[in-house]
T-cell receptor, first 110, second 111 residues
Framework: EDQVTQSPEALRLQEGESSSLNCSYT??????LFWYRQDPGKGPEFLFT???AGEEKEKERLKATLTKKESFLHITAPKPEDSATYLC???????????FGQGTTLQVKP | DAGITQSPRHKVTETGTPVTLRCHQT?????MYWYRQDPGHGLRLIHY???????DKGEVSDGYSVSRSKTEDFLLTLESATSSQTSVYFC??????????FGPGTRLTVT
């Protein structure tokens, strides 16, 4: 069964304290791995797509990496505005259907 | 921001009544999706559409039906709402890249 597990469930950081979020997946035939950011009361906001092991994508303080079994979202020198829930999802097959993990809620304190 | 709107944004309804949620896009994307988001369950796919009049079931489709008569509109209907369908509903769209862009959500409460 296709599955996505994110850890930790919650993470508290001080401003400037770098860390990583993990997304482990089991899927038959990965077509893509997606990262989203979700603020309270809003819809998920697309961040990155990774397609193959070894691929990396960066956006401001965020960098996403992918291996054959997991993906990491590295946050470098976070700021309070980076506080949000980060969601990981995988796509298997050609239907576009995504399987989401339960998310990591990040809080960055000034 | 992707041009996606959802209506209504909030709704309170009684058990047993029919409810229809609307998703409207201005991006001309082929694929449209309906999700529900609940604490402890994350985002779960209800139904999706891969073209006008072409739809398929997702992970949690029981009690829901959908229709897509135009590219820009995707309707989700709860034929007879139950308390277990109290949730936040999100619509998403994608093109052939499968990167999904989400709407602002509809908070539905069934009393």
């Amino acid at each position: 069964e296709d599955q996505v597990t994110q850890s930790p469930e919650a993470l508290r950081l001080q401003e400037g304290e770098s860390s990583s979020l993990n997304c482990s997946y089991t899927v038959s035939g990965l077509r893509g791995l997606f990262w989203y950011r979700q603020d309270p009361g809003k819809g998920p906001e697309f961040l990155f797509t990774l397609y193959s092991a070894g691929e990396e994508k960066e956006k401001e303080r965020l960098k996403a990496t992918l291996t054959k079994k997991e993906s990491f979202l590295h946050i470098t020198a976070p700021k309070p505005e980076d506080s949000a829930t980060y969601l990981c999802a995988v796509q298997a097959g050609n239907t576009g259907k995504l399987i989401f993990g339960q998310g990591t809620t990040l809080q960055v304190k000034p | 921001d992707a041009g996606i709107t959802q209506s209504p944004r909030h709704k309170v309804t009684e058990t047993g009544t029919p409810v229809t949620l609307r998703c409207h896009q201005t991006e001309n994307h082929r694929y449209m999706y309906w999700y529900r988001q609940d604490p402890g369950h994350g985002l779960r796919l209800i139904h999706y559409s891969y073209g006008v009049k072409d739809t398929d079931k997702g992970e949690v489709s029981d009690g829901y039906s959908v229709s897509r008569s135009k590219t820009e509109d995707f309707l989700l209907t709860l034929e007879s709402a139950t308390s277990s369908q109290t949730s936040v509903y999100f619509c998403a769209i994608s093109d052939y890249s499968y990167e999904q862009y989400f709407g602002p959500g509809t908070r539905l409460t069934v009393t």
